[in-house]
């Protein structure tokens, strides 16, 4: 079954009231003197304010505006069906538009059945058949007319609604009036003052109430940060089905409503109430209640709403199983923690994201000037607001009518003032999740806020563990409190105004000492610390940011006071001198462009984990000493390093960055003996030729040296190396592999782009048995290695692994192409651009693994004898040589593949099989 919903609501069926209450659609001759307005006044009496249409308003073949318009603006359209109902067509034209108003607007549809049977209305029998007959002979040129009738008669007459044959009359008008006014009592709850980006979002909402086959119930949660309108969301959805349950209920604040004394046992008879209206329920304790509301609900179709649920025991006393409520339910949860929802086992989980920019410029707008477009002069600040609030609808509708009536003036002071110190109505929401965390999330999340938002996992991990923190269970935590976000390059994510709270959390703290805080980043109070010495024990983590005007003046007391100090962050800054003294404590040192060639003589950071001194004067001429923690070292761009001197002082040292150290010549050999090294990386270092010789790296997994133009010889692989899965050595100087590069047993990837030195390739090369992808582009000498395996007979090395196979610019003629094919029988890519070969082998066509092909810029090729049998690209741009039959063929040939694919996807995946410009001159 599913949850019937208005497939295209607008927010008028969600956002606002309704005109009238009910509107009346009867043949007045049949009943207007007895049940109709019997039924009609009872309604008046009760205080419904009811639509029934006068006799005046009957006049020509349609049904006037007016009448339509009141048929949309009712909120329930009671239909009674009698003997003469159908001969209408003013009757017919309102049930029409009454079925139109139910599955767009949302309206609720009751059909009255008076002393008519349904299936005669449904299957137009009897009455309505003999009705129907006549209107046919009438209306015999307008079919369309007399369908939309007749499918109007068969859907009314399938809704639940009552039927009178013999019962008393007055007893049915009574039932239908209390359940008029129970549905008006509760259905409408108001939704926001301006309801902008609702409607986007019940549309998917809707999609996510379908119970499945097999399901009695569905349970759906919502979830989001604090004031991103989860609780307004559930308000618009539950006025958009509310109707169409037998009992409904919505409990808002429960995280509020529970802390309260006997909290919870009060939300258990707020339950009872709303769904079976007994008032005199006194529970006095949750234990009570849970049978009680188990066994008064499990035969009813219920709508429950559950508004800010923050405890699994709050969900546990209101809808702890799915057996307490009848088939058809449905139970919606609003909770911070997405966490709670999995705990709970929902069937379904809907993220409400910020609003987008063009709806949160609307919100804005609506709320600092009450009208659709802002005034003139205010649309800049307007935007920059906006973009500060970051699609957060509680800061919009905050800061707005903070902002109403102000002048351009007032706003900018008032925007200065939220970006340093934010308003204090949006901090309390945002800080009731960071208030329900354990300290351990606590301190990383105060941490990210501080320094690490849009960091990598990799390196806010690695920091926070070296600090004592536990980040991986920390973040996950964060991450289903909708705190912080992943992206997909797998750097962490923070909303502005949730840092802005992070940071607020610190500051207050101390106002007026910075010293005195636990974390320091504004650039104000760190100059005002480092260059006063009014830095204290209380200090954890420091960022420099420093803007081109300040300049510190770092002297032997500038840190020296801050032993706590754990992270030191320096992303820019003028400074004068050096540090004579850094804290023994620190975990984390990250010093771009470190003003000093060594670390203090005093300095023994012992617990140092992560040592970043990119871009800086550091040269490190002495030994590395006291570095037992150390697992991270990146000295990139330091171009005055010309010796990387013994590291054996690093034991768990895992990453080594020594990328564009231009004047790098020698790196000790204790680097090549480093058990935990994971990345080694020496990128542009033109200058290196002293590389340690041999190595033995157990743990090894990348290996880059490109660009070490001045290098000339590859180390020996010491034992078999597992984990060394990446090697690029592109554009060195290196002559020949050892022939212990069989000991690379686990190597995937092997990059050799432009090794203009490269001779050939050692003959126990097909011992790379793992080794996927082969490039070695633009090293014609490799040219003799062919030549060995054709004179070795093409039989004895084959490397049956290797998939994508770079050779462009290889120097290849017509007998090297047999070869290529024979030796790497499972390359799926293969990269023969730029060569000098003048036909492809005929065998190409016997080789099914082949998918992508490069013969680009081949200007001597002339012959295609065929294609392999899955090819599924060819780029062949600049082949100007091509014969016309070959041409012909591989015409055909990106015909067909293109015929295989839809254009858009074609092109925009194989850009170049639409490019002819192999066809040459022909």
Same mark, same amino acid.
């Given at each position: ?116 049977d349904p299936s005669a209305v449904r299957h137009q029998r009897g009455s309505f058949a003999t009705a129907m007959a006549k209107h046919e002979d009438r209306f015999k040129g307008d079919v369309q007319k007399l369908q939309k009738w007749k499918m109007a008669l068969f859907e009314a007459a399938n809704l639940s609604g009552w039927t009178l044959e013999n019962g008393y009359e007055f007893k049915l008008i009574q039932e239908i009036i209390e359940e008029a006014s129970r549905k008006l009592n509760h ?44 609780t307004t969301i559930a308000r618009a959805l539950y006025n958009l089905i509310a109707g169409q349950f037998e009992a409904t209920s919505f409990l808002t604040d429960i995280r509020e409503s529970s802390n309260q004394r006997q909290g919870l046992v009060q939300l258990q008879e707020t339950l009872l109430f709303d769904t079976v209206g007994d008032k005199n329920i006194k529970l006095g304790s949750i234990y009570k209640g849970i049978p009680i509301i188990k066994k008064r609900l499990c035969c009813k ?180 409190r909708s705190l912080v976000s992943i992206d997909k390059y797998d750097r962490l994510r923070m909303h502005d105004l949730i840092q802005d709270m992070g940071r607020e959390i610190v500051r207050e703290v101390s106002p007026l000492e910075p010293g005195k805080r636990s974390r320091l980043w504004y650039h104000e109070d760190v100059f005002e610390v480092l260059s006063e010495n009014t830095g204290t024990y209380r200090i954890q983590g420091m960022m420099v940011d420093l803007p081109d005007q300040y ?75 006291? &570095?037992? %923690? +150390?697992? *991270?070292?990146? @000295?990139?761009? $330091?171009?005055? !390093?010309?010796?990387? =001197?013994? /590291?054996? #002082? ?46 033995? &790296?157990? %743990? +090894?997994? *990348?290996?880059? @040296?490109?660009? $070490?133009?001045? !290098?000339?010889?590859? =180390?020996? /692989?010491? #034992? ?203």
């Open positions: 079954m599913a949850v019937m919903l208005c497939g295209g609501a607008s927010s008028s069926a969600f956002g606002r009231g309704w005109t009238y209450d009910v509107f009346l659609s009867f043949r007045g001759e049949d009943t207007r003197r007895t049940f109709t307005g019997s039924l009609y006044h009872g309604l008046h009496q009760r205080g419904i304010n009811v639509f029934i249409d006068d006799e005046k308003l009957r006049r020509g073949e349609e049904i006037s505006p007016a009448l339509i318009g009141a048929i949309e603006e009712s909120r329930i359209a009671i239909i009674v069906f009698s003997q003469n109902y159908a001969s209408s067509t003013w009757c017919l034209d309102e049930l029409a538009k009454i079925l139109e108003c139910y599955k767009t607007r949302g309206q609720l549809v009751w059909p009255v059945f008076f002393h008519v259905t409408i709850l108001h939704i926001a003052e301006y309801p902008v980006g609702i409607e986007n979002r019940i549309s998917e909402l809707k999609l996510l109430l379908h119970i499945e086959p097999g399901e009695d119930i569905r349970v759906i949660g919502i979830y989001g940060l604090g004031g991103i309108g989860k179709k219920v709508l429950l709403i559950l508004d800010d649920v923050d405890k699994l025991e709050q969900l546990q006393a209101l809808a702890g199983g799915r057996d307490w409520f009848g088939f058809g339910s449905v139970i919606i949860i609003t909770t911070r923690d997405k966490h709670l929802l999995a705990a709970q086992q929902v069937d379904k989980t809907y993220e409400v994201k910020k609003l987008n920019h063009d709806e949160a410029f609307d919100l804005f707008t609506w709320s600092a000037f009450k009208r659709k477009a802002p005034d003139a002069g205010y649309f800049d600040i307007s935007n920059r607001v906006v973009l500060y609030a970051e699609g957060l609808p509680l800061a919009l509708k905050v800061m707005g009518s903070n902002l109403f009536g102000k002048t351009v003036e007032e706003w900018k002071s008032a925007l200065g003032k939220y970006e340093k110190i934010p308003n204090k109505e949006v901090q309390n929401v945002l800080r009731v999740t960071f208030d329900n965390l354990e300290e351990n999330e606590k301190e990383i999340f105060l941490d990210i806020a501080c320094f690490f938002k849009g960091e990598t996992m990799e390196y806010i991990e690695k920091t926070l563990q070296a600090c004592g923190l536990y980040p991986k269970f920390g973040i996950s935590v964060l991450v289903d300049t510190v003046h770092l002297k032997d007391e500038s840190f020296k006071k801050m032993r706590n100090l754990k992270i030191l962050i320096v992303r820019s800054g003028h400074f004068f001198g050096s540090p004579q003294h850094l804290p023994n404590n620190l975990r984390l040192l990250d010093w771009m462009e470190y003003p000093s060639s060594s670390l203090p003589s005093s300095f023994q950071p012992k617990k140092l984990v992560v040592l970043n001194l990119s871009h800086s004067r550091f040269t490190m001429q002495e030994p590395f000493k006291y &570095l037992d %923690s +150390l697992t *991270s070292m990146d @000295l990139t761009h $330091c171009e005055l !390093l010309t010796k990387l =001197p013994d /590291i054996t #002082g690093v034991p768990n040292l895992t990453e080594l960055h020594l990328d564009y150290c231009t004047n790098l010549e020698e790196v000790h050999d204790s680097v090549g003996f480093l058990e935990k090294l994971v990345e080694l990386r020496a990128y542009g270092c033109t200058k290196l030729k002293v590389f340690p010789s041999a190595l033995r &790296l157990a %743990s +090894l997994r *990348s290996l880059i @040296l490109n660009w $070490c133009s001045s !290098l000339q010889n590859f =180390p020996a /692989i010491l #034992g078999k190396m597992d984990n060394l899965k990446s090697v690029s050595i592109d554009s060195t100087g290196i002559r020949e592999l050892p022939p212990s590069i069989g000991n690379l047993v686990g190597l995937q990837e092997l990059s050799m782009t432009s090794c203009l030195s490269l001779k050939e390739l050692p003959d126990n090369f097909d011992m790379l048995q793992n080794l996927i992808n082969l490039d070695i582009e633009g090293c014609p000498q490799l040219r003799s290695f062919l030549t060995k395996l054709r004179d070795m007979g093409q039989s004895t090395l084959t490397f049956g692994n290797i998939q994508s196979l770079n050779l462009e610019n290889c120097g290849l003629i017509d007998e090297d192409l047999p070869i290529i094919f024979h030796c790497f029988p499972k390359v799926s890519s293969l990269v023969l651009s730029k060569n000098d070969f003048v036909a492809l082998p005929i065998c190409i066509q016997e080789f099914p693994c082949l998918e992508l092909l490069h013969l680009d810029n081949c200007k001597k090729l002339q012959e295609i004898p065929g294609f392999p049998p899955n090819i599924q690209y060819i780029n062949a741009r600049n082949c100007t040589s091509l014969t016309a039959e070959s041409s012909n063929l591989l015409l055909s040939q990106v015909c067909l593949l293109f015929l295989k694919s839809s254009y858009t996807s074609f092109s925009h995946h194989h850009p170049f099989l639409l490019d002819f410009s192999f066809i040459g001159n022909f």
